[in-house]
């Protein structure tokens, strides 16, 4: 069973930095696609970044520049560094996995391509 736990949200000023965690267990294709997602009160879901098990990485429009995704070597933990952070990236923020196809297509950056997600990590950015 895919588990993937999220963790490192919390409340931060307005341009400051976090770095959000993944913790993915269960998944036993070596072919993957994850991502981070977020999706604030009364706002659509959006796609923050994605990362392929080739390394190939994407990023959503309102972000690029000011996050970035990683994995650890085993790639068994998922992270997503976020620096300037402004008022409108409070969001909760969601990790989600799927075979590589969404990665490759770029299908990945509206969510439902996405097999499995995790609960969410609440990140609070204040002015």
């Known amino acids: 069973q895919v588990q993937l736990v999220e963790s490192g949200g919390g409340s931060v000023q307005a341009g400051g930095s976090l770095r959000l965690s993944c913790a993915a267990s269960?998944?036993?294709?070596?072919?993957?696609?994850m991502a981070w997602f977020r999706q604030a009160p009364g706002k659509e879901r959006e796609g923050v970044a994605a990362?392929?098990?080739?390394?190939?990485?994407a990023y959503g429009h309102s972000v690029k520049g000011r996050v970035s995704i990683s994995q650890d070597n085993a790639k068994i933990t998922l992270y997503l560094v976020m620096n300037n952070l402004k008022p409108e990236d409070s969001a909760m923020y969601y990790c989600?996995?799927?075979?590589?196809?969404?990665?490759?297509?770029?299908?990945?950056?509206?969510?439902?391509?996405?097999?499995?997600w995790g609960k969410g990590t609440l990140v609070t950015i204040s002015s």
């Open positions: 989600a996995a799927a075979g590589i196809t969404p990665c490759h297509t770029g299908s990945w950056i509206g969510g439902a391509a996405m097999d499995y």
């Open positions: 990362i392929a098990s080739d390394g190939g990485t």
């Open positions: 269960g998944y036993t294709s070596s072919r993957y696609c």
